[in-house]
């Protein structure tokens, strides 16, 4: 069982910048792949940024946002720079089990076991 605590989130102009935090608790972290994804009002779950054994990104956050993580303090991050209207969201950290080598796999939500509560990213323009 893993457990997900997401802070960090806020309001922020358009243009600057945000660093979302993901703590996670257990001893296996660093077996777990980890996604982040956002939800906007009236829109679906989507893909942001994923990490295991490379960097994955959705093509309207490259470049702007870097995913990373410290193992040794189960911690997942999302530094999120230039920011638009467009990527005001709940924030979702989550972790998956399976690790395999398709860079597809790790965009579904349906790929996750465990989520976190959400943090809100507010981008006034």
């Known amino acids: 069982q893993v457990q997900l605590v997401e802070s960090g989130g806020g309001l922020v102009q358009a243009g600057g910048s945000l660093r979302l935090s993901c703590a996670a608790s257990?001893?296996?972290?660093?077996?777990?792949?980890m996604g982040w994804f956002r939800q906007a009002p009236g829109k679906e779950r989507e893909f942001v940024a994923a990490?295991?054994?490379?960097?994955y990104y959705a093509d309207s956050v490259k470049g702007r946002f870097t995913i990373s993580r410290d193992n040794a303090k189960n911690t997942v991050y999302l530094q999120m720079n230039s920011l638009k209207p467009e990527d005001a969201a709940v924030y979702y950290c989550?972790?998956?089990?399976?690790?395999?080598?398709?860079?597809?796999?790790?965009?579904?939500?349906?790929?996750?076991?465990?989520w976190g509560q959400g943090t809100q990213v507010t981008v006034s323009s």
């Open positions: 990490m295991y054994r490379s960097e």
């Open positions: 989550a972790a998956s089990g399976s690790t395999p080598y398709s860079s597809s796999y790790y965009s579904y939500p349906t790929s996750y076991n465990y």
């Open positions: 257990g001893r296996t972290f660093r077996a777990y792949a």
